[in-house]
Each structure stands twice: as structure tokens, then as C-alpha cells.
């Protein structure tokens, strides 16, 4: 998908192994005792054979080989185990930091990369690493050790026959290193068109509803089939060259056999030779061919293990959120009255209290936030450098889109969605955003939560500048309730201890209380464990608004963030939650994304957006007066006459 992606080498799986040393070491010396051994075999043979024919005593050599078999099956399971063991827990290790590493990647990553592709990097292609070391790096190590004893005692046993040999290894090993090269590339290409088809399938899983509503099951299968056909032509490709390795050694051994067996026979019968020796050497031919087919095999095992190190890494070198993290968001008088120590909010938290904790030490309330002139445009897929485009096997843009579905209200190329945008939002108060559909509202909230960074102007918190404050600072300063209210997988405790992992089931009962939950929690024997099923798929979406209510309020921030948060409820529950909301402001400072103005007409002042533009800032009696948009949106939802 991206051929200009830097190719690892094996040298960049090393540091992968760094803490498994000492088990690799042990490991190698397992190795060199069972290769050791597997090599003492034909010696053995050797020996009793020629006893044999000189008819001398032989039972020493036969006890001696018996010994050597075992010993080999033995360190043989010893070494496999060793390797499996280390082999997970590099893998382990991998998903442990690519995991990390997604969950720290900017939004915009996530906005431009498809769901199932990451997954399938977690998955598949840390699977194809760990048979790098398995199959791979140790079977190479341990075949190249056999090759070399087993080349010096054919060698030793008949210079001529050796030659014979050589040359035919050295015919098929030519041949072979060649098709590596392929085998590579075409690997790259099947763990793409993998990762490609797991997005598909993601996309078509995650909707299936919308599908289904749609009667759209069968276009949705015709699009997943076009990435599985393209993993299952990538597999043949791959197949096809695989394919070849095999025979290319065969026929080169096979060769080296016959003539092995026909001069070998001829020296034998002329007396140049014993026939321990012939037998001996034909034994090692066996070890030098048998290390060679898994030299082979562990060489297609690396190629493919190195092309998905290739896209672990591609994930693994871009900049996380944190890596541009600036210095510590200084402690501000106002910050710290709002941000109590974990013991006091711990008692704050306590039942006797509120639903929101009452944070309302002396001292004026924290959170005021100011937008200067700020400018702000999500970045173009060519701006990513083409990283969303997903191909088709013809090379043509894949049918899965990539970005946001709302191509009619898409700001197009360098038209800002955002646009010399100013405003205050003081303390302790309650402002609203309102405005046309696509105006930018989300995107402000967005911005304020440093999921993006805007492209001109500032913003600042207390005084400081966002830029300036680690995003992790900011956050636990800010609650969010977002517009489509997500609900992970899980249960009803899970979500609700997202942001508060220390709160108890009192307090979670609590503000399941507050936001009108209660009979969830109270709704099966399971309680608060309550499955919500896939992404809260057994959640109303009133109720799944009201979760992410009762989440912000555990959370208990300093600023609450809420996009469009009573879209889904009921009169009776928004009217319940305004309560909440209007408890919750009395010593924090509120922004609400709203479309129905009646749900903030009695807020401090209300923001106009339109087209990315500030229009209009004001009370809602002000605004009337002033602002045409805002009169026209009232007048449309009846708050005053047309
Ligand atoms: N992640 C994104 N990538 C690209 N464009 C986006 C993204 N999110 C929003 N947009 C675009 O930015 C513009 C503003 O979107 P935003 O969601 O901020 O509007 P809004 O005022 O909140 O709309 P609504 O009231 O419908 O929720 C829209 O044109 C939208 O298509």
C-alpha cells in the first residue's frame, strides 16, 4: 500500500530480543548440543558398520547410538519449548508497545488509518514476527551449524564426492536467494491486502444495522469480497513463489544424490573406499539437505516476518500525542483550588455529597477559556500523503471511504472550518454554541480538548496558552460528553469507571440516580455488572447519553464540554439532566453544543457560528434582538414568532 515505507532488516528485529538474552543464550547452547548430537550419529553408524565388516566387537557402538537418538529428542523438545516460550513473550512485548503507541496517536491518525488494518498489525502481523524467531532466526542459526559439521566431515570422508556436492547446493542456493527477494514484496502485499479486508469486514460489522435497514447486505459483501479476493491473489502470488523454493533445492539434492551414489559405488567397488564411509557420507548428505530445506523454509518464514515488521514499525514511528508534549501545565491558584488532592476529592466523592462532587473551595472558579482569532482546517487525505487511500487490486482507490462519510458539507480543499474564531468563555459560567449544521461547533469542543491543534490563533486556559499544557493536564481539567454518547464494551461499572477507576459502587449508583439510570443498574441480578453488549448495542440511545452524562459527572472536572447532550432524552429526563447541569454549574464552567435554543436560552451567553465564523455573541434576549441567524433558528423552533 505504501512502497515508499522504509523495509526493516533483520538487524532492526534485534533490539526485540534485548531482555530474552539470557534465554537465547541457553537456547543456543540446547541447540549445539542437539546438532552436536545429530551429528555424532553418522559417525556412529559409521564405526559399527565398518566393525561390523571387519568383524570386530560392535555393542559398544550400538548402546552408543541409542544414547545419541534419545539425547537428541530430548535437548530437540527442549530447544523448541525454550524457543516457543521466548518467541510469545517478544510478542507480547511488541503488542504490549503497539497498543500503546495507537493509544497514543494523535486523533488525525485515526481520522486518516482504518480501524481493521491497525487491528490486524496488533494481530496477524505480530504473529508472522513471532515465527521469525521460532522458525526463523534459530533454525537458521542451527542449520547453518549442521551445514558447516556436516560439510568438514564429508570433507573429511571423500574430498571428491564432497565437490560433487558443493556444486549442486551452491546451484540451488543461487536460484533461491534470487526468489527472496520476491518473496518479500509479495509478503508486504498479502499482509496489506489482509489488513485492508479486516477493515472491510470491520466496517461492515461495526454497521451492520445500517446495512441491514438498508437492504444493502449484498453490496456490502460485493465490496468485502473485492479485498478478499485481492488477499486471496496476493496469497497466490505468494503461493506461486513458495511454490518454486521447494522444487529449486530438490531437484539440485536429488541430483547431487545419484551421482553421489553412482561414483560412490564405483570408488567403493574399485576399493578406494570403505562401505562405512559411503554410508557415513550419505548420512551426512541427509544432514547437510535437511538443515538446507528448513534454512529454506525459515528464509521465507524471516522475509515475512521482516514484512510485517515493516508495518509494525510504520505504526511504531509515527509521533505520539505525548512526544510533543510541552512543560508541565503550571499549577495556577485557581487550578489548584479546582484540582483537589486525591484524598479530598476521595471524601468529596462520598456519599453524603451531591452527584457532582461540590468542589467550591474559596477563591474564584477555575476553567476560563479564550479563543483568539483561530483558524483551524482538518487535514486533506493528500495532506496525509495518501495513507487513508486504501487500493483495490487494479491499483484504483478501494470502495471503503476513509474519512468522515458528510462529503456535501465538507469544507474542501483550503477552505477553513474555522475561521478567525474569537470568543471568552469566563469561569464558572455557561456559554452555548449554536448554529448552522457543519458551522464547527464539534470542531471547537474538538479543539479545546487538544484533539486537534488549530492552524492559526491561540487558545488559552486560566491564562495559558493550550499549546503549552500537556494535553493529559488538560483533560483531566476537561468532561466530555460527546454527540454520539459512545459506550464501550463492557459493563455498566466499566463505563462509568473510565474516568473515575476509584470510584465506589455507592457513588456509581449514585449518579445513576442523577441522570435517571437508576433502573439500569438495579435492572438484572448482574447490577452494576451489567453487560452492554458490543459498543453498548443493549443501550437506548437516550440511555446511552445519560451514561455519558453519568461519566463526566463521576469524572467531576472543572470544565464540562457537552455536544448536543440532550439530543436523545426524553422532556421528563432533559429536564432532569438541565438540573444536573444547572447543580453541576454552579462552580464550573459549562460549553454546550446545542441545536434546540430552548435547552440553553437562560445561559450567560450564547455563541453564534456560522461557516466557521463567529456571527454573533450574546444572551438569548440580546441575541434576538441582534443576530438574524439566531432570530431565524428561534423562530423556527417556534421560541418566538416568524
Ligand atoms: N474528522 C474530520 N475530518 C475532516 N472533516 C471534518 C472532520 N470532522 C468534521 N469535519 C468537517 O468540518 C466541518 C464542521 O464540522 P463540525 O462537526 O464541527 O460541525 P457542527 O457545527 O458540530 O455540525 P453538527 O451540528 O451537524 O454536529 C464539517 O464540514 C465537517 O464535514
Not at 509479495?186 to 441491514?212: C, F, N
Not at 460527546?482 to 459493563?491: D, H, K, N, R, Y
Amino acid at each position: 500500500m505504501q512502497p515508499t515505507a522504509p523495509r526493516a532488516t533483520l538487524r532492526e528485529f534485534f533490539p526485540y530480543l534485548r531482555g530474552h538474552v539470557r534465554v537465547l543464550l541457553l537456547v543456543a547452547v540446547v541447540s549445539l548440543v542437539s546438532t552436536g548430537l545429530s551429528i555424532a550419529q553418522p559417525l556412529m553408524v559409521q564405526q559399527l558398520v565398518n566393525a561390523v565388516s571387519a568383524s570386530r566387537p560392535a555393542t559398544v557402538f550400538v548402546w552408543f547410538l541409542v544414547a545419541i537418538t534419545l539425547g537428541g529428542a530430548v535437548f530437540g523438545a527442549a530447544q523448541s519449548y525454550l524457543l516457543q516460550r521466548t518467541a510469545e513473550s517478544v510478542v507480547l512485548g511488541v503488542r504490549r508497545s503497539l497498543v500503546g503507541q495507537l493509544l497514543a496517536l494523535p486523533i488525525r491518525e485515526f481520522d486518516r488509518r482504518r480501524v481493521g488494518d491497525l487491528m490486524s498489525r496488533v494481530g496477524s502481523d505480530t504473529t508472522l514476527m513471532r515465527s521469525v524467531i521460532t522458525s526463523g532466526l534459530f533454525e537458521i542459526v542451527s542449520s547453518i551449524l549442521m551445514f558447516c559439521a556436516a560439510v568438514v566431515l564429508m570433507v573429511l570422508i571423500d574430498p571428491l564426492l564432497f565437490g560433487i556436492t558443493l556444486s549442486a547446493v551452491l546451484l540451488g542456493a543461487g536460484g533461491v536467494l534470487f526468489l527472496g527477494r520476491l518473496i518479500r514484496r509479495r509478503s508486504r502485499d498479502v499482509q496489506d491486502a489482509v489488513g485492508s479486508m479486516t477493515a472491510a469486514v470491520e466496517r461492515g460489522l461495526s454497521g451492520i444495522r445500517t446495512i441491514k435497514a438498508s437492504v444493502a447486505e449484498d453490496r456490502e459483501a460485493a465490496v468485502i469480497d473485492v479485498e478478499a479476493s485481492r488477499a486471496y491473489r496476493a496469497g497466490i502470488a505468494m503461493a506461486r513463489l513458495q511454490a518454486a523454493v521447494q522444487p529449486i533445492m530438490s531437484i539440485c539434492i536429488q541430483g547431487a544424490f545419484i551421482v553421489v551414489l553412482a561414483v560412490g559405488g564405483i570408488r567403493v567397488a574399485a576399493g578406494e573406499l570403505r562401505l562405512g564411509d559411503l554410508i557415513a557420507f550419505i548420512l551426512y548428505l541427509f544432514l547437510l539437505v535437511m538443515p538446507i530445506g528448513s534454512a529454506m523454509s525459515a528464509f521465507v518464514q524471516i522475509q515475512s516476518g521482516l514484512a510485517a515488521l515493516d508495518r509494525i514499525q510504520e505504526i511504531a514511528r509515527l509521533d505520539p500525542e505525548r512526544a510533543d508534549e510541552a512543560r508541565p501545565f503550571p499549577a495556577t491558584g485557581e487550578a489548584s483550588i479546582r484540582e483537589p488532592a486525591p484524598e479530598t476529592a476521595a471524601a468529596l466523592r462520598d456519599a453524603s455529597a451531591g452527584p457532582f462532587r461540590t468542589i467550591r473551595a474559596a477563591g474564584p472558579p477555575a476553567g476560563s477559556i479564550e479563543l483568539r482569532d483561530v483558524t483551524f482546517r482538518y487535514a486533506s487525505d493528500a495532506e496525509d500523503g495518501g495513507a487513508t487511500a486504501a487500493r483495490s487490486p487494479d491499483g484504483t482507490a478501494s470502495p471503503i471511504p476513509q474519512g468522515r462519510p458528510d462529503a456535501e458539507e465538507s469544507p474542501g480543499e483550503g477552505r477553513p472550518v474555522l475561521d478567525g474564531v474569537s470568543f471568552t468563555v469566563p469561569a464558572g459560567s455557561r456559554t452555548a454554541l449554536v448554529g448552522p449544521s457543519g458551522a464547527g461547533k464539534s470542531t471547537v469542543l474538538a479543539l479545546l480538548e487538544r484533539f486537534y491543534e488549530p492552524t492559526g490563533g491561540s487558545i488559552t486556559y486560566d491564562g495559558t496558552a493550550l499549546s503549552e499544557m500537556p494535553r493529559s493536564e488538560l483533560r483531566s481539567r476537561i468532561g466530555l460528553v460527546e454527540q454520539e454518547a459512545p459506550v464501550l464494551s463492557g459493563t455498566l461499572a466499566d463505563n462509568l469507571r473510565l474516568a473515575a477507576p476509584d470510584a465506589t459502587d455507592v457513588q456509581l449508583r449514585r449518579v445513576l440516580s442523577a441522570v435517571g439510570l437508576d433502573a439500569l443498574g438495579d435492572r438484572t441480578a448482574d447490577g452494576l455488572h451489567l453487560n452492554l453488549g458490543e459498543d453498548g448495542i443493549r443501550l437506548s440511545g437516550g440511555q446511552r447519553q445519560r451514561l455519558a452524562w453519568a461519566r463526566v459527572i463521576l469524572a467531576d472536572r472543572p470544565v464540562l464540554l457537552m455536544d448536543e447532550p440532550t439530543s436523545a432524552v426524553d422532556s421528563r429526563t432533559e429536564q432532569l439532566l438541565q438540573q444536573t447541569l444547572g447543580e453541576a454549574s454552579r462552580d464550573r464552567t459549562v460549553v454546550v453544543v446545542a441545536h434546540r435554543l430552548s435547552t440553553v436560552a437562560d445561559f450567560d451567553q450564547i455563541v453564534v457560528l456560522d461557516q466557521g465564523r463567529v456571527t454573533a455573541v450574546g444572551t438569548h434576549e440580546e441575541l434576538l434582538e441582534e443576530s438574524d441567524l439566531y432570530r431565524d433558528m428561534a423562530s423556527r423552533q417556534r421560541l418566538v414568532a416568524a
